[in-house]
T-cell receptor
Framework: EAGVVQSPRYKIIEKKQPVAFWCNPISGHNTLYWYRQNLGQGPELLIRYENEEAVDDSQLPKDRFSAERLKGVDSTLKIQPAELGDSAVYLC???????????????FGEGSRLTVL | RKEVEQDPGPFNVPEGATVAFNCTYSNSASQSFFWYRQDCRKEPKLLMSVYSSGNEDGRFTAQLNRASQYISLLIRDSKLSDSATYLCVVNFKSNYQLIWGAGTKLIIKP
């Protein structure tokens, strides 16, 4: 069975440029998460979807970040314009449970490593 | 005070030794607890859930102390392959939020 697939794996851009990340969750997983992880830190939730509905986007910097999950399957996270402080690894995860957290098992993709120059 | 706190380490431990580290949480309403493992430049993966009565999985033992609001992870007979960062995760079921600690780095030396 395929795991969570993310692309691109690496992205280097100059500040003020836009960037987009794509995620395809495990088949049948209704809950999808976007996390940001900085070096030496734990993952920070940006947005959580239940099917196509964003149920928790309280930590998403909405002035420059946007996300969508059309048809409740794959998802895109966009940053426009990027800032130096956005350099991080962007992790997508999916889970089987409606809220994901009952079992605690989130399945992560390999992440997209963003460097903003 | 952070909601979930961990000693960042690194813990440098000789192969074969026993090592333990804790994770404290601030919200007494926390209901579920987990340990994830993250290898260098890799994604986190679930290591084990932490049950109220404590639980064991091979060389790994997890315990919960609700009174003092911490969970622990003990690794016996440590292997070189145990070198990783161990992330503590706490679930606040009131809003289904998972709160992640910053992780404890473990280095097993031959």
């Amino acid at each position: 069975e395929a795991g969570v697939v993310q692309s691109p794996r690496y992205k280097i851009i100059e500040k003020k440029q836009p960037v987009a990340f794509w995620c395809n969750p495990i088949s049948g997983h209704n809950t999808l998460y976007w996390y940001r992880q900085n070096l030496g830190q734990g993952p920070e939730l940006l947005i959580r979807y239940e099917n196509e509905e964003a149920v928790d986007d309280s930590q998403l910097p909405k002035d420059r970040f946007s996300a969508e999950r059309l048809k409740g399957v794959d998802s895109t996270l966009k940053i426009q314009p990027a800032e130096l402080g956005d350099s991080a690894v962007y992790l997508c995860a999916s889970s089987l449970d409606p809220a994901g957290s009952n079992t605690g098992e989130l399945f992560f993709g390999e992440g997209s490593r963003l460097t903003v120059l | 005070r952070k909601e979930v706190e961990q000693d960042p380490g690194p813990f440098n431990v000789p192969e074969g030794a026993t090592v333990a580290f804790n994770c404290t949480y601030s919200n007494s309403a926390s209901q579920s607890f987990f340990w994830y493992r993250q290898d260098c430049r890799k994604e986190p993966k679930l290591l084990m859930s932490v049950y109220s009565s404590g639980n064991e999985d091979g060389r790994f033992t997890a315990q919960l102390n609700r009174a003092s609001q911490y969970i622990s992870l003990l690794i016996r007979d440590s292997k070189l392959s145990d070198s990783a960062t161990y992330l503590c995760v706490v679930n606040f079921k009131s809003n289904y939020q998972l709160i992640w600690g910053a992780g404890t780095k473990l280095i097993i030396k031959p």
